[in-house]
């Protein structure tokens, strides 16, 4: 599996749960953490959860095996963590409070129709 299939299947479980403002970031270079974020929000616990449960649920599909998720309960910021890319799903407020995106300001942002 390639990590254009894995950004594609986050991208669509991220669409299939109505989830909001999808971004991939290419952070190769930037950190040893991963190679690409996605980052999205819900509006609800409930959608955030129901988010993150479709990306771990195709990511097995895939014969992928992804790490715990961490933040789940809380289901304010839910990270699942598929290797090279790394899901970030947060509630709206905190995604609005924490601002990722402009923490890696210096990662290339992919256009999510190139992954579709």
Request: aromatic share 8%; with cysteine.
């Amino acid at each position: 599996m390639n990590v254009n299939e894995v950004l594609s299947m986050v991208i669509h479980a991220t669409e299939e749960k109505k989830g909001h403002d999808p971004v991939i970031l290419n952070i190769q270079g930037l950190s040893v953490v991963a190679d690409y974020f996605v980052i999205c929000h819900g509006n609800s616990e409930t959608q955030v959860q129901s988010i993150a449960k479709e990306i771990r649920e195709k990511a097995f599909e895939l014969g992928l095996d992804p790490k715990p998720m961490e933040g789940f309960d809380e289901a304010r910021w839910v990270l699942l963590d598929l290797g090279d890319v790394v899901a970030h799903i947060f509630h709206r407020e905190e995604r609005e409070y924490y601002h990722l995106e402009k923490l890696w300001t210096d990662a290339e942002r992919i256009e999510v129709e190139n992954v579709r």
